[in-house]
């Protein structure tokens, strides 16, 4: 196991380990119908659509006749919709629909409020500490997106 070496790779670290944490602690004060899962794949369907399926299988880390089965689970519920390859009769691309945006949405400001009645527990933590933070993360993303795609294969373990 490689050791962070830096102040600014153990950060690092701790961020990602941070970050999932949060999102997990999240989710399990939330109640909502649709599993975590769920949301999760939709919303990564929302950020990479269209995609095929292999992609997100790829992107999740998980087969291909999983995705599959997951996929067919959010077209089922109206929340996702596969359309024809136009390059490639034997896929399709999964894109998220209207009603699969409405859930998503929901479900965030549902996290929302979690996040903001614990930040309204701990004063010493106000707006610009979380504008801070926001900031940084959608720096992360958006500085090289290609590091996180499913073709940027590098282990974080």
Known sequence: MIQP????????AELVVYAGRL???????????APAA?????????????????DLARA??????TMTN???????????????NPHDARSS????????????ATSRRR????????LRATPEHGPADVAAAVALLRH???QSPEQFTPDHQESLA
């Open 5 to 12: 070496t830096t102040e600014l790779e153990q950060l690092s």
């Open 23 to 33: 999102v997990r602690a999240v989710s399990r004060r939330v109640a909502y119908d």
């Open 38 to 54: 769920t949301l999760r794949l939709l919303s990564q369907v929302e950020e990479l659509g269209p995609v095929t399926v292999g």
């Open 60 to 65: 999740d880390r998980c087969s291909q006749p």
């Open 70 to 84: 997951a996929v067919h689970n959010l077209t089922a519920k109206g929340w996702a919709r596969k359309d024809p």
């Open 93 to 104: 691309f999964v894109t998220i629909s209207d009603d699969g945006r409405q859930v998503l």
């Open 111 to 118: 996290y929302a409020a979690v996040i903001a009645e614990r």
């Open 140 to 142: 992360l993303l958006e």
